[in-house]
């Protein structure tokens, strides 16, 4: 169960997204539009959002395939009432990840970007996404270079310096570890250099 406050202003993420620094902006829609590239264009997959934020991933995937059934799992309500307004035709839970009330073998496409490093318990979240993933189905991880996020933060000058809420450290090699699947891809975020240099990765893993 997760215990550590959210830092989640409203509107938080939208105001990301549309940023008047070209910097911030470019570095948040490249990480969104990497993951819509993981996605199979195979029609009538059930794909899951999970920490879907105010919306704005699930409304990219719908763009690309409006075939497939989305579902979108998040904590906090302010959040949720946004990504209902962004994608009507979805599906939401509000909820824990450690805890998801779906059945097992039942995803085709599980995305979650940015929020792991958010969650307590965060191996408890990776086997329910596990559990939940179908045979075959893809589970796409992003999370970010805490060393060279703050100091990205420092230069531009956002605030809070350090994020209060990324209680928790990832690299790649500790990633693979707590999730144990097959890697299909792993790149680092936004410009598909090696981890120790860029601010986040993307890992796409295959059960």
Known sequence: ??????????????????????????????????????????????????????????????????????YGIDLTTEALNRAKERCPRAKFIQGDLSKIAIEDNFFDFIVCTETLEHVDTYQEAINEFKRILKP????????????????????????????????????????????????????GLPFSWPFWISLGQLIKFRK
């Not at 796409?140 to 060393?147: G, I, M």
């Open 1 to 70: 169960m997760q215990t550590t406050p959210l830092y989640m202003p409203e509107d938080h993420m939208d105001d990301l997204y549309n940023s008047n620094n070209f910097l911030v902006r470019y570095v948040h829609l490249n990480r969104l539009k990497n993951i819509v590239k993981t996605m199979s264009a195979k029609e009538a997959l059930n794909v899951l959002d999970a920490g879907c934020g105010e919306g704005h991933l699930l409304q990219l995937l719908e763009e690309k395939n409006k075939n497939n059934n989305y």
């Open 136 to 187: 075959g189905g893809y589970l796409v991880l992003t999370f970010p270079n805490e060393f060279w996020w703050t100091v990205s933060r420092f230069l531009l000058g956002r605030r809070p310096i350090r994020v209060p809420d990324h209680i928790n450290f990832f690299s790649p090699k500790k990633m693979m570890k707590y999730v144990a699947l097959t890697v299909e891809k792993s790149m």
